[in-house]
C-alpha cells in the first residue's frame, strides 16, 4: 500500500510540529497531509520550556529564530535552577552544555574533582558558562567569529506552546497541509488488517487516509482508544499524578533559566516569557489534595495572577507500542513523563525526526515498526531514569511523600549509573541517550551523591601545564560573561514580543 494521504488526529504542539516537519514532502512528493483538529477541544499547553535539540528542529525548518521568539513571546534558556531537592534550603544549577572540555581524555569534572580533593575549593558551576551566565542573569548567543579559546553557549527556550502551535500551523499551511476542522467522531479500521482507513468527523463527514499520526493527548484516540496498544505505568517510580497551572503577570526581569522548586508533596515550575510567567504545581495526590496545591502555588507565585487555575490529571509512563500498524502517536498520546527537565517537547521532536527518518512513502513494513519502537522506548526508559534520580536522591524527610521517594526501589539500569558515579566519578552516556554527563553530574552531586575517589587517568595527566589550562578556563568564562549585556538588553534588541 503506497502512502498518498497522511492524516494528523489532533492539533497543538504535537500535530503542528508534525504537520510543519511533513509539510517540505508535500510539493515533492504530491503528498497529501491532512491535520484534523477542533477548537472546541484545549491543549494541555503547559509545557512551555524547552532543550537545546528544539533549537535544531527549527533550523531544520528553515525558521527564523528572531520571528519565532517574537511570535511566541519566548525568552533564552541555559538550564534549570533546583530549589530544595537535597534538602529545604539548598539549591542547584543543572546548565545546558559542559562544564570545561575534556583534557587528556578525561571529562573536565574528573579534574575537578581531583583538584577538589588536593584543597581547591572552586564550585564546579564557576567551570560552566551557562551557570554563571544565569547566575548574572545575562545571555548572548556565539558569534561566529568568537576566539577559540572562549566557550560557546548552548541555550534552548522558554515559549508559550499556543503561541507556537500557530505560528506552525501557519507555516504548515503555507506549504500546502490541509486543516480541517472537527471532532472525530467514529474510527474506522480495515476487516482484515487491522489498519485505521478512516475518520469519521461529527456531522459525517469522513477523511481517509493511508497513514495516521495521533496527536490527539491523554486519550490516544487511535493508538489506544481504536488499536487497543496498552499502557506501561510508571507512577510507582514517578508518583506525580496531578498539576495545577497559573499564568502570572511578568515582573520586569525575565530570568534566562527555569526554576524548579520542591514542596512537601512534589514541586513548582516558573517559567519567565517576556511578558508573563507561567507557573504550575506537579504533585502527588496520594500525598495531597487539590486544594492544598493550589494554595502553596497562589502563595509561591510572582506577579499579578492572570487566569483561572488549570487542573490536569495524568498517569506517568509510555504506550507500549508508540507506532502501531498505521498509526505512530506523538506527545501525550505517546505517554506522558512531567516536565522536570523539559521533555515533553524533546519527545515530540525526537519522534518527528525518527518518523521523518524511517517513513517510506512506497509503504509500511514491520521493520519500521519494530525500529521505531525500539528506539522511541530505549529513549523514554533512560529520560524515566534521570527523573526518577531527581526524586530519589534526596535527604528530605520532612513528609511522607519525601520518604516514599527516598526509599523507594529504582530500576537496575539507575542503580548501576548511582553506584559508579558513587565510586569515582565516571558517567557513561550510552547509545544516543539524552542527558549527556554534565546532566548526570549536575543532579548526583548536586543531590549529595559525590565519588569516593576519581579515575586513575585524572593523576596521569603532566603538571603544571593542567593546573595553568584549568584556571584558564575558569578565567575565559568570567571574562564571556563579563561582556555579555543582560538578559533583558538581548531580548529587547534581538526579538522583542510581538505575539499575533
Not at 459525517?204 to 486519550?219: E, H, K, S
Request: proline fraction near 4%.
Amino acid at each position: 500500500m503506497t502512502i498518498k494521504r497522511i492524516v494528523i488526529v489532533g492539533g497543538g504542539t504535537a500535530g503542528w510540529m508534525a504537520a510543519a516537519a511533513l509539510s517540505r514532502m508535500v510539493k515533492a512528493h504530491d503528498l497529501k497531509v491532512t491535520l484534523v483538529e477542533s477548537e472546541m477541544i484545549g491543549t494541555v499547553g503547559v509545557g512551555e520550556a524547552t532543550i537545546p535539540p528544539f533549537v535544531e528542529f527549527n533550523d531544520a525548518l528553515g525558521i527564523d529564530e528572531a520571528e519565532m521568539m517574537s511570535a511566541t513571546q519566548a525568552s533564552f534558556k541555559l538550564g534549570i535552577h533546583f530549589v530544595n531537592w537535597q534538602s529545604v534550603g539548598d539549591s542547584y544549577f543543572h546548565p545546558f552544555g559542559t562544564y570545561g572540555y575534556d583534557i587528556g581524555g578525561c571529562s573536565f569534572h574528573h579534574i575537578w574533582l581531583k583538584y577538589r580533593m588536593q584543597g581547591d575549593d572552586r564550585p564546579l558551576h564557576k567551570f560552566s558558562p551557562e551557570t554563571m551566565a544565569a547566575m548574572h542573569r545575562k545571555f548572548a548567543k556565539t558569534p561566529a567569529d568568537q576566539p577559540g579559546d572562549l566557550p560557546p553557549i548552548n541555550y534552548a527556550y522558554h515559549l508559550d506552546a499556543s503561541a507556537y502551535a500557530r505560528f506552525l500551523r501557519r507555516f504548515a499551511e503555507r506549504n500546502g497541509v490541509i486543516r480541517q476542522e472537527g471532532k472525530v467522531d467514529h474510527v474506522e479500521l480495515h476487516s482484515e488488517s487491522g489498519f485505521v482507513q478512516s475518520i469519521t468527523l461529527e456531522g459525517g463527514q469522513q477523511i481517509a487516509g493511508d497513514f495516521f499520526v495521533d496527536c490527539t493527548g491523554f486519550r490516544g484516540l487511535l493508538i489506544e482508544q481504536a488499536l487497543k496498544t496498552g499502557y506501561e505505568d510508571w507512577s510507582r517510580w514517578l508518583p506525580c499524578d496531578r498539576a495545577v497551572a497559573l499564568p502570572t503577570a511578568g515582573n520586569g526581569t525575565v530570568l534566562p533559566y527555569t526554576r524548579a522548586t520542591a514542596h512537601k508533596a512534589g514541586w513548582q515550575w516558573r517559567i519567565a516569557l517576556q511578558q508573563r510567567n507561567g507557573n504550575g504545581h506537579v504533585y502527588c495526590s496520594s500525598f495531597m489534595e487539590d486544594q492544598e496545591a493550589l494554595d502553596i502555588l497562589t502563595a509561591n507565585v510572582e506577579g499579578e495572577i492572570q487566569a483561572d487555575p488549570n487542573f490536569l490529571r495524568f498517569v506517568t509512563g509510555r504506550r507500549k507500542k508508540f507506532w502501531n500498524k498505521n498509526v505512530v502517536a506523538l506527545g501525550l498520546a505517546a505517554g506522558f513523563m512531567e516536565p522536570l527537565e523539559s521533555t515533553s517537547i524533546h519527545l515530540i521532536n525526537t519522534g518527528v525526526n525518527k518518523l521523518i527518518a524511517l517513513l517510506s512513502l512506497e509503504g509500511i513494513t514491520q521493520a519500521q515498526e519494530n525500529t521505531f519502537n525500539r528506539l522511541t522506548r530505549k529513549e523514554y526508559e533512560r529520560i524515566r531514569d534521570f527523573l526518577i534520580l531527581h526524586y530519589n536522591a534526596t535527604e528530605r524527610d520532612d513528609s511522607e511523600f519525601w520518604n516514599y521517594c527516598r526509599r523507594m526501589d529504582v530500576p537496575d539500569s539507575l542503580k548501576d549509573k548511582i553506584e559508579l558515579f558513587r565510586l569515582n566519578g565516571q558517567v557513561f552516556r550510552e547509545e544516543d541517550e539524552l542527558f549527556a554527563a554534565t546532566s548526570w553530574v549536575a543532579v548526583m552531586m548536586g543531590q549529595g551523591i559525590l565519588p569516593a575517589s576519581t579515575i586513575a587517568m585524572a593523576g596521569a595527566i603532566p603538571e603544571p601545564g593542567l593546573k595553568t589550562e584549568y584556571d584558564d578556563i575558569e578565567k575565559s568564562i568570567d571574562y564571556l560573561v563579563h561582556n555579555m549585556p543582560s538578559h533583558d538588553e538581548y531580548l529587547a534588541r534581538y526579538c522583542p514580543a510581538n505575539v499575533i
